[in-house]
């Protein structure tokens, strides 16, 4: 089976894999070699994929959309974090979500500011 992973800027992995576990709102499904055809809404949290030579990879998806069609496994996402092992995902995982807090407080701050000036605008209409 060839999985490919998906993020709005670009793909994450393209690679032959012999197992696919994945986590949906019911909870963790595993993709075989002459599974089904299916679609599955992901949720945030750990998937995991076997490749060629049966070692074991690990990815933390923020949700998105699996399709399994034929020998194809496609994941959407809008993030997602590779390591080779549970514990450097942790901790890249964490680094990551660091990095979007401090982007998120300074979008916020700047939203802030705009939206004080638009206020101080309709102000200065008034008078």
Known sequence: MRLTVMLPEKIL????VS???AEAADGSFGILPRHIDMVAA???GLMSYEDSEGEEEFLAVDGGVLVKQGE????STRNAVRGPDLGT????VRERFQNLDELEKKAQSAMARLEADVARGFLELQE
């Not at 194809?72 to 994941?75: A, S, T, Y």
Request: glycine letters at 0%; aromatic letters at 0%; charged letters at 20%.
């Open 42 to 44: 992901l949720v945030p």
């Open 89 to 92: 995902l942790r901790q890249t």
């Open 19 to 21: 197992k696919v576990v």
């Open 72 to 75: 194809q496994i496609l994941v």
């Open 13 to 16: 992995l393209e690679n032959e």
